[in-house]
């Protein structure tokens, strides 16, 4: 059978299989072991259980599990409380504080516990019920939490990005600096929007938050600071030369973990308990992932599906712009339906060699990348984040926080568009540190 017709049917299968309601590891096993028996007969199984066991031999690996952990100490404590009214009290003469201070928060809580739904939960239990006493709109109140939510994923550590890293043998301390700024500039978009937003709906005195004393506002930061010194620390620990991400996860997590039981009083065994077993749960629910895509990817290269699509697309005459709208277009529906990890494993083995080919940075590729999944968690059928929000907040219809997230949805295309154009956004920042990558 022609390679291109064979990986259709792959597709076709592999997305069957998956609305079905099997886990995606499981799916992809399944595909995986179907075609190779068809294709190469039953022997070829043989091989599975190295290639499965093989693809987890990574020592970057420890990285994730690491990051999880750290990240499920910071959600476990009122961290993300704390961080949200520090910044309010901070930004109290500013224009539209509350609004700014509540993306400002999820931004820095996504840098510290690198989960979009963690980030969703912790400021918008907080966040979201202040909003609304104070008389901000609810599609306002619930879209601003449900977007700057999703920035847990591209602002470092990111746990994707390590997936990214790890699936195409890239980078991962460049694939963290290279999120930095478009990062940033997502956040300025998402404030822009938020406080015209709150501007049109003709309440001007929302603009305005309470004041606060010099006392109430430095009593505060004894709470917060250690986490952000923490990240400062890890950052610098990764690109100064002193340890390797994996490491540095690892004496992140631990340090969060004394945080949280010195500052917050987390002493309780039972409390411990739970976030080493969520943490262990979601960690292995990726590295499952993770070794049935490795799987898939050998399926695929096996049955010279990934080698012919690349040559197809390599003989196409088309712009690369065209070629790069219509794989954006392919991740945007991908991340509809599949959680960032799932798109990024199955997708990358095929993409990656076609947009080198077509003379994209790889680099520059895995923020755009990553963009398209912060739009998948706030858009229907899926949309994790639109349902976090809907459980905070229950008495908020899922309809107008799925308006409310709509407006940050442009503001991502619009930040995509702006990284078409100006590459240099996303590898100015890892080339300056780390020089110009091989």
């Known amino acids: 059978m022609d390679p291109l017709i064979l990986g259709l049917l792959v597709a076709i299968i592999t997305i069957l299989i998956l609305f079905s309601g099997v886990s ?9 072991a179907g075609f190779l028996i068809v294709f190469d007969g039953v022997r070829s199984l043989e091989l599975m259980p190295e290639i499965l066991f093989g693809h987890l031999n990574n020592f970057a690996l420890l990285s994730i599990p690491m990051f999880i952990i750290m990240g499920s100490s910071i959600a476990s404590t009122r961290a993300g409380a704390d961080l949200y009214e520090a910044l309010e009290r901070w930004l109290t003469r500013v224009p539209g504080g509350l609004v700014i201070s509540n993306l400002g928060a999820c931004a820095l809580f996504a840098a510290m516990s690198g989960s979009s739904p963690a980030t969703c939960a912790a400021i918008g239990k907080m966040g979201i019920p202040e909003m609304r ?17 999703t ?55 929302l603009l305005n938050s309470r004041s606060y004393t010099w006392r109430e506002r430095f009593e505060i930061l004894p709470r917060v600071l250690p986490f952000i010194a923490i990240i400062l620390g890890v950052l610098y620990s990764m690109y100064g030369g002193i340890a390797t991400p994996s490491e540095t996860a690892a004496v992140g997590a631990l340090l969060c973990l004394l945080i949280a039981m010195i500052i917050y009083k987390l002493w309780n065994p039972r409390d411990l308990w739970l976030i080493l077993r969520d943490s262990t749960k979601e960690s292995v629910m990726i590295l499952f992932i993770i070794a049935a ?71 520059w590729f895995a923020v755009v990348l990553t963009i398209n999944m912060e739009i998948g968690l706030i858009s229907p059928p899926v949309g994790l984040n639109l349902y976090v929000i809907n459980g905070i907040a229950p008495d908020i219809s899922l309809k107008t ?26 590898t100015w920042l890892p080339t300056y540190v780390m020089g110009v990558g091989l």
């Open 133 to 149: 006493k104070r008389g901000y709109p609810d599609s306002i109140a619930a879209g601003s939490i449900a977007a700057g939510g």
């Open 293 to 363: 895509a490795g799987v898939f990817s050998y399926m695929l290269s096996s049955l010279f599906i990934t080698q012919s699509i690349a040559e197809w697309i390599g003989t196409l005459d088309v712009n690369r712009w065209v070629l790069m709208a219509t794989v954006n277009l392919f991740l945007l529906i991908a991340g509809f339906f599949l959680p960032p990890v799932a798109v990024i494993l199955m997708a990358a083995p095929i993409l990656l060699p076609i947009i080198i080919t077509a003379g994209f940075d790889p680099i």
């Open 151 to 205: 920035l847990g994923i591209l602002i470092p550590p990111s746990v994707t990005m390590i997936v990214y890293g790890i699936a195409t043998e890239t980078s991962i301390g460049r694939l963290f600096l290279a999120g930095v700024i478009p990062g940033l500039l997502l956040v300025g978009l998402f404030m822009a929007w938020s406080l015209y937003a709150t501007w049109r709906s003709g309440d001007r005195s």
């Open 401 to 426: 926080i799925l308006w409310g997230s709509l407006p940050f949805v442009v503001c991502m295309m619009l930040a995509i568009l702006l990284l078409c154009l100006f590459p240099g956004l996303a």
């Open 24 to 32: 995606v590891a499981i799916g992809l096993l399944i595909v995986s």
